[in-house]
């Protein structure tokens, strides 16, 4: 079983930066992706960004120039950088673990930007 817990939402007002992470523990494939998504309140789950094991990485083009996306070194963790924070960027950020053909998720961190 694999495990995923998020840290660093919060509120911040528009313009401002938030760094979120992500911890997985359990069985951890050398092969996998790691992706943040999020979901607004009324909308559909949708990709933020995504890195590959291999550190190739895909941004949705609402954040591409603005939010970076990184591993750690331990491999089992993940980070995403924001900035330039807008008020439509305001939704619940999870945390996903793609290995095989099982998708794994966090229980969510909520990003609120003010405006």
């Known amino acids: 079983q694999v495990q995923l817990v998020e840290s660093g939402g919060g509120l911040v007002q528009a313009g401002g930066s938030l760094r979120l992470s992500c911890a997985a523990s359990?069985?951890?494939?050398?092969?996998?992706?790691m992706g943040w998504y999020r979901q607004a309140p009324g909308k559909q789950r949708e990709l933020v960004a995504a890195?590959?094991?291999?550190?190739?990485?895909n941004y949705a083009g609402s954040v591409k120039g603005r939010f970076t996306i990184s591993r750690g070194n331990a491999r089992n963790t993940m980070f995403v950088q924001m900035n330039s924070l807008k008020p439509e960027d305001t939704a619940v950020y999870f945390c996903?673990?793609?290995?095989?053909?099982?998708?794994?998720w966090g229980q969510g961190t909520q990003v609120t930007v003010s405006s």
């Open positions: 996903n673990l793609r290995q095989g053909s099982f998708d794994y």
């Open positions: 890195i590959a094991s291999g550190g190739s990485t």
């Open positions: 359990g069985s951890i494939f050398i092969i996998n992706t």
